[in-house]
């Protein structure tokens, strides 16, 4: 029988949504999806971005590329489609190259062939009951997974406050034989990183490098 995949992902919702935040969802969000990109386009992934403040960062840096945010959590999609539309409901034309995937990412990555110069995940839910360990979506076989989808010279870069998680990480690289650096990087905000959780001084960052084989 074969090993059914344990779902620490899938579309979630919160408190109730605004009218006009229903409204982006049932207009404006099927406009963006990751659909039909092109192939000699760069592309960024941030994986579970939140409200999308450092997605929306990310697209005004780069406003060559496509910048992928993956979400399952609808507050997080309206939040976001509310940030990047105007007062006549159009994406603003700093945020045209954000495409929104407002589901579990795993399944985005099973349909598409895209290979990505950077992954960003910050924050991802640390599940810190050693019960629930095994909900971490960070293991070593989707870190491989995502090093493969990685450019020439591209990179996973991962920030957490919780830092047993991040130590997990780490072994979970190992174990999956990738390489990584611990740089000393510049505190990345955002809501999510403003509650810090585990009460700790400041998050901790890794980058995954692609494989040189």
């Given at each position: ?161 919780h830092w047993e998680y991040y130590d997990w990480i780490i072994n979970q690289s190992r174990i999956a034989d990738l390489t990584y650096t611990t740089p000393d990087i510049k505190t ?26």
């Amino acid at each position: 029988m074969e090993k059914q995949e344990l779902r620490t992902f899938g579309r979630r919702h919160g408190k109730k949504l605004s009218a006009r935040q229903t409204m982006l969802i049932d207009r404006i969000l099927p406009t963006i999806l990751p659909t039909n990109l092109p192939a000699n386009t760069g592309k960024i992934l941030e994986i579970g971005f939140g409200a999308g403040e450092h997605l929306r960062e990310i697209a005004r840096q780069n406003p060559g590329k496509i910048i992928i945010g993956a979400e399952p959590f609808m507050n997080g999609v309206a939040s976001l489609l509310s940030a990047i539309t105007n007062e006549l409901n159009a994406v603003r034309d700093e945020y045209k190259n954000i495409r929104i995937f407002a589901d579990d990412v795993r399944d985005f990555l099973r349909n598409t062939d895209s290979q990505f110069e950077q992954i960003w995940i910050l924050h991802p839910d640390p599940w810190p009951k050693a019960r629930h360990e095994k909900r971490r979506l960070l293991h070593a076989d989707f870190l491989h997974q995502l090093s493969n989808r990685l450019t020439k010279n591209g990179e996973i870069i991962i920030g957490t406050d919780h830092w047993e998680y991040y130590d997990w990480i780490i072994n979970q690289s190992r174990i999956a034989d990738l390489t990584y650096t611990t740089p000393d990087i510049k505190t990345i905000r955002t809501r999510y990183q403003q509650k810090n959780m585990a009460g700790t001084q400041t998050p901790k960052y890794l980058i995954i490098h692609a494989p040189t084989h």
